[in-house]
Every structure is written in C-alpha cells, then in structure tokens.
C-alpha cells in the first residue's frame, strides 16, 4: 500500500508546480479567511487549473454558509472537500460531494463514536486540538488513535521531513497531510522541504513493505 501525500495551504503557482514535482497526490487550498494561508475562490480556480490528471484538488472550509460550499463545489466539481470547523454530518453531506472530516485529537476525544457519526466521510483528517481551527502546526499523541478506526484515517499536525517517515511507521495512515512542516513562511512553500517531505513518506513506504 502506497501512503498518499496531501500539501495544503497552497498559494502560489510556482508552490503549486513545485509540490506536483514534489509527488504530491492532492493539494489543499484553504477558503477560510481567516486563515493566514486564505485564497478567494477565484484564486483557488485559477491554481487548481494548474493541476495535471490524477493530483486531487482539496477545498477547505471552516463553518462556511451552505452557498458557499455550493458555489464552490459548482466551481471546481473535480475537487474533494474538507470541513475543518464544527459541521454537522448533515452539512457536511449537503453539497452532495465526497468529502474529508477533520478531527480534532486529544485525551477523552473518543474517535470512534466521530468516526460513526461521520462515516459518509471519505476520510477522517486526525489535527491537534488547538485554540481555533486547524492544528497550527502542532503535533498529537499518535497514541490516542485507536487501532481500529473504522474509516480511513489521514495523519496531520505537526507533520514535516524529519518526523514524516515515524508517523507513516507507527500509525500506517491512509495518507499523511502536511501545511507548515513544508513552508518558508505562512503560505509560502519550500520546494526542497517539499521534495524531503515526500522521499521520507516514500521510504517510510519502502520499510513497511520490507516488514
């Protein structure tokens, strides 16, 4: 099984290409304004166009209205969506798309009962639990998942090269997700943090089929 590698928070064409070349499988854009990485949904159109086949655009909403996942799920129909804020099941199937939950890990969290209560989603995205939304660049107990997620479980928080090829080792994810962990500044990709950041999943992919 090849672990998947999603970058997210892109902003820029060249970060975009570069995380293409990288081996990236899909690509995150953030529509939550206050989000430091936040494009416009004409921004994120005009870099999704930038995608070849088979790299997932991945839109990324934080309690948005339902006409503004509509709109943007019209716009961009090939993308996958993420909720990322305190959405419902019911709003999170509404737009009638697969879609990504995002799950806010710490001590008492019970995954299980989420992973039921969402089990529509596609995937179950496990963040650190910090003040506001996303991770922040945080990293979880790896430990607080349980061994029988019913879903597929994508890895996050804290992600980046040097600790990349242990979470794929000792969770075996899905696929593993990673924003700061690979940047230069907010929003702005490192394209040598990028390429590291997928040979270390890679290798980490490498060991597990040797096992």
Known sequence: MRTRIKICGLTREVDVDAAVEAGADALGFVLYPKSPRAVALARAEALVARLPPFVTPVLLFVNASPGEVHAAAQALPQALLQFHGDETPEQCQAAGRPFLRAARMAPGFDLLDFAQRFRAASALLLDAHVDGYGGGGKAFDWSLIPPSV?????????????NVTEGVLRVRPFAVDVSSGVESAKGVKNAVLMRRFCKAVRDADSDLARL
């Open 150 to 162: 019913p879903s597929p479980v994508v890895l996050s928080g804290g992600l980046k090269p040097s």
